[in-house]
Structures are given as C-alpha cells and as structure tokens.
Nanobody, 127 residues
Framework: HVRPVESGGGPVQAGGSLRLSCEAP????????MAWFRQIPGQEREGVAS????????YYTDSAKGRFTISQDNAENMVYLQMNNLKPEDTAMYYC????????????????????WGQGTQVTVSS
C-alpha cells in the first residue's frame, strides 16, 4: 500500500487506555519520520507525537507528555501510539503521517513536512 493505515481507535471511558497502530507505507525504508496527528471537526490538525525512524528520538505535544508514548517496530513497519489516562478532550480523529525528512523540533508538529497520510481512526473518550 502507498499510504499509512491506522487502526485501534474506538470508544473508551475517561481514564482508560488505547493503543493505536499504524502500518507504514510499503516504502517505509525511505521514511525517516513517523508521526501521529489528531483533528477535531472545525479545528486544525495538530501534531501529537513523532518518532525518528533511525534514531528513535521522539517528540510530543505538551498535552501528550506523560500520558502518550510513540514507538516503532521497524521489522514490521509498524508505529504505535499508546495512550493512557485518556481525557474527553482527547476525542478526535487520529492520523498517522510519514515524512522523508527527519523529525525536527522546529516543525515536526506542522503538517507540511509529511508526504503521506492515513485515513484516520476515531478515538472517542466519554466522561
């Protein structure tokens, strides 16, 4: 396949956990940065977490720090987002994105570096 494929979303109660999975594109070996974004209808898509494929270095948005963990399994071309202590404000469509360039602190959370996007998986957190 030519774009990431997300799975693992669904309904969950506040305080619960979910693990999102992203099957990376078939050309994963050319990607250097994988990331998770989320979007609420009517709002901008925001970066949640990213990981440099080679180094394993990670970046997180402030609201995700301490609760979410991004990880990868390069042998399986998979990227994961473990989300713990979920809050209603985490409700959104979550997207996996891939970039040829490395994740950089200055712009990993911007949409512009990413060439490939999945179709998203919905996460709904109820209070």
């Amino acid at each position: 396949h030519v774009r990431p494929v997300e799975s693992g979303g669904g309904p969950v109660q506040a305080g619960g956990s979910l693990r999102l999975s992203c099957e990376a594109p078939g050309y994963y070996y050319t990607m250097n940065c994988m990331a998770w974004f989320r979007q609420i209808p009517g709002q901008e898509r925001e970066g949640v977490a990213s990981i440099n494929v080679d180094s394993g270095d990670t970046y997180y948005t402030d609201s995700a720090k301490g609760r979410f963990t991004i990880s990868q399994d390069n042998a399986e071309n998979m990227v994961y987002l473990q989300m713990n202590n979920l809050k209603p404000e985490d409700t959104a469509m979550y997207y996996c994105a891939a970039a040829v360039g490395e994740c950089l602190a200055i712009d990993w959370a911007s949409k512009s570096p990413y060439q490939s996007w999945g179709q998203g998986t919905q996460v709904t957190v109820s209070s």
